[in-house]
C-alpha cells in the first residue's frame, strides 16, 4: 500500500445556525474567548440588515467595535481592512460574499481570528478556507483560513432576494460532479473519502429537500445553509477545494475572467454541472430539475448570456487550473458541444 502524506485540519470551532441565532453572538465571543477589540466589515447593504444589530451585541458584551464598509472584494479593499490590525483583536465578516471574503483573508494575513456571519446562502465560501479577491480586476481565489465560528441567523437569510438561494443550491448541487471529478484522479495523494461523503451527502440532502428549498421556508433555508457549510468543512478535511470543485468550477471561474458581465458563482456552477454530469454519464436531469424547482439558471439564455460564450467557456475550461483533472480536460470538443446541445444548456 502506498503511504500518504500527514494532513492536518483547520476547521471552525463552533457552527451555530437557526432562526433568531445573531443574539447569542455575546455568548459565543465569550464560549470563544476572544480578546477585546473587534472589527466589522460590511457593506451598506449588510450594515443596515444586521451590522448595527451585531455592533450592539458585541458593545454590550464589552467589545469595543470598530467598523468598514467596503465597496468590492479587491486588493485595494483588503489593504484598508488590514490597516487597521494593529488595533484590532479579531474581525467579524458580515455579507453575502465581499465582507466575508475581506475579513477572512485579512485574518489569515495578518493572523487574526475571523468570525463569519452570513446575510445570503449564495455559495459556500461563508464557511471554507478560501477567500475570492480581485487581482487587477481578475477574481482570484486564495488560500486562507476557515472561520472560528459561523453564525447563520436564519431569519435574517430567508429575507435575502430568492436568486441568492438559488445560487447557493448551484453551488451545493455541484459537488455531485466536482467527487465525480475528483475521482478521476483517485490515485493521486489528495483524494479523501470522508470529505467526498460528506460533500456528496450535503449535495444528497438538498436534491431530496427541494420543495422545501423552493417555498421559501425556514426549514429549506437551514437545508441550504446547513449543506453549505458541510461543503466549506469537507474541504478543510480534505485540505483542497476538490469535494466542492470540479470541472464545472473551472467553467466559472473562466466565465469570471472572460465575461463582461458574469452571473452569480452558484448559478454559474450549477449549470456548468448539468453538462458534466451528462459528459460522465450520470443523472443530469436530476441537477436540472433541482435547479429549475427553485428558479436557478439552466440554459445560457437564463444565465444572460449567449450560447457562444457559454460553449466557450466549456471549451477553454481547462485553462484554468490545468493541473486539476475534470471531465471537462479529458472530452474533446465534439463530446463537449454535444453535451451542451444535448442538456438544452445551448440550443
Ligand atoms: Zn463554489
Known sequence: MRSRPARSMILPRMVV????????????IAELDIPERGLIVCDSNTLEIAGNQVIEYLEAGGH????????????????????????????VGLGGGRPIDLAKQAGFNKDI????????????????????????????????????????DTSIISKAPKRLLGAGVGDIISNKTAILDWKLSEQ????????????????????DGIDKVANGSEEGVRLVVKA???????????????????GEHKFSHWLDSNCESPALHGEQCGLGS?????????????????????????????????????LSAFLNSKEIRPNRLTILD???????KDAALATGVIG
Open 64 to 91: 469595543p467595535m470598530e467598523k468598514i464598509e467596503i465597496g468590492g472584494a479587491n486588493t485595494k479593499e483588503l489593504d484598508r481592512v488590514e490597516a487597521y490590525s494593529d488595533k484590532i483583536d479579531f474581525l
Open 188 to 207: 493521486k495523494a489528495d483524494y479523501s473519502e470522508y470529505a467526498a461523503a460528506l460533500s456528496e451527502m450535503a449535495a444528497k440532502l438538498v436534491e
Open 17 to 28: 445556525t437557526g432562526p433568531g441565532v445573531l443574539e447569542q453572538l455575546p455568548a459565543i
Open 330 to 336: 479529458v472530452s474533446n470538443s465534439d463530446e463537449i
Open 113 to 152: 481570528p475571523f468570525i463569519s456571519i452570513p446575510t445570503a446562502a449564495s455559495h459556500d465560501g461563508f464557511g471554507s478556507a478560501r477567500a475570492s479577491i480581485r487581482q487587477e480586476g481578475r477574481k482570484t481565489s486564495m488560500q486562507a483560513i476557515p472561520p472560528i465560528a459561523v453564525v447563520a
Open 274 to 310: 448539468i453538462v458534466t454530469m451528462y459528459l460522465h454519464g450520470g443523472n443530469w436531469k436530476i441537477i436540472r430539475d433541482t435547479l429549475n424547482s427553485v428558479n436557478a439558471p439552466t440554459t445560457a439564455k437564463n444565465l444572460g448570456m449567449d450560447d457562444d460564450m457559454v
Open 228 to 246: 453549505l457549510i458541510s461543503s466549506g468543512v469537507a474541504m478543510s478535511i480534505a485540505g483542497t477545494s476538490r469535494p466542492a470543485s470540479g
